[in-house]
Structure formats: C-alpha cells, structure tokens
C-alpha cells in the first residue's frame, strides 16, 4: 500500500467512525486497523529525510499514542473531541507535505482532489450528524402514514439507545474515581439517550396513527 492508498483508508475509516450507525465491534476493528497503517505512513515519510518530515513523522506518533489509549468500550469516537480534531488535523497537514513534495505530477493533481473531496465529505458528516441529534418534532410530524423507512428509523433508534444504556452502564461499573471529564461525559450520553428515547416514543405514536 502506497502512501495515497494509506492516507485514503484512514480517511475511510475517519468517516465510518463519525457515523452514528457503527457497532463497538466495528469501531474496534477500525482502531486496530488505524494502529498498523499510521506507522506504515510514518515510515513512508520519514523517509524524505528533511526537518518537515520529521514534525509531520512526530506529529503520526501523536495520534498514534492517542489511538492507542483509546478505548471503543467505553466512549464512541466521535464523543473523544481531542482525538477526533487531532486526527482530521494531522491528515490534512500530511495530505499537503505529500502534494508538496511529490511537485506537479498526475499524482499530485489528484492528491489535491481528493483531498478537497475529503474535506467536503467530512463537513457533510458532521452535518448529518448534528441533523440526526436534533430532529424536530415538527419533522416527524410531516410523516403522513408508516412506511418500511419509518419503521428502519425506529429500529435503528432503538439499538442505538440499547447500545447508549449499556456504554453507560459499563462506564458506571467501572472501578475507581470518575475525574470531572467523565462525569460530564456520562452526562452527555444521558442526554443523549433521553433525545432518543423522546424520539423513538414520537415515532411510535405516529406510526400507530397511520
């Protein structure tokens, strides 16, 4: 795997864990897959020998200790802010040190491309994101008569709140003292749950109504 494949898989793999349709499984399996393609790309780095590459090589291990002490057990990806921001950060500044220093080749143009793909993309999904957190009522009710979607959306709902309740529970059973970051983050996910719940009950009643 070339440096632009790599690069172009951990973006991938960036946009599925911003999902908020992905499976502990998953992002397990997506944490593993990140730890072994981050030191191939530093390698492929480091080897152009200049200062540059050298802090962009630093830079790769950062998130790779970070990846590392990350644990999809008890938080979601898209929940550990810091990792989250380093991660898209550091892939964006290693887009541009390799289309700067492979010069204006076919390659490069496309290197270019595909990163302002990216970014459109990521900006999309954080869009979608924040649009599934904050469905309104007045949405809901634009829904005339159950359809096979409707009850998708429900069941969907449903397996993520049961996932949220278990990733709140597991992170209360835990051993040891719970710093202030953990508690706003077990506060965060209540909420959370509660919007689910708030639209899982709405979807219900409008179901039952057609």
């Known amino acids: 795997m070339n440096e632009t494949e790599n690069i172009q898989r951990l973006e991938e793999l960036y946009r599925r864990l911003m999902g908020s349709d992905i499976a502990t499984q998953e992002e397990v399996k997506a944490k593993a897959e990140i730890i072994s393609l981050i030191p191939q790309l530093k390698a492929i780095i480091l080897a152009q020998e200049t200062p540059e590459a050298q802090e962009v ?24 802010e810091e990792l989250v921001q380093l991660y898209f950060d550091i892939l964006s500044k290693v887009r541009l040190f390799l289309i700067r220093h492979k010069g204006p080749t076919e390659e490069s143009g496309t290197l270019v491309s595909e990163s302002l ?6 900006i999309t999904q954080f869009a979608t ?3 599934e957190i904050r469905v309104t009522v007045k949405t809901l009710l634009e829904i005339i008569s159950p359809t096979p979607e409707v009850h998708a959306r429900i069941a969907g709902l449903s397996s993520r709140a049961l996932e949220l309740e ?7 059973a835990t051993t040891g003292n719970k710093t202030e970051a953990d508690q706003e983050k077990i506060e965060r996910w209540k909420q959370d749950l509660k919007k689910l719940k708030k639209q899982i009950d709405t979807l219900r009643k409008l179901a039952k109504k057609g």
């Open 57 to 80: 090589g630093q830079d790769l291990e950062r998130l790779y200790e970070m990846v590392s002490k990350w644990n999809p057990l008890s938080a979601w990806f898209r929940d550990e």
């Open 117 to 122: 793909s990216s970014i459109r993309q990521t």
């Open 129 to 131: 994101v924040v649009e």
């Open 166 to 172: 278990r990733r709140i529970d597991d992170f209360q």
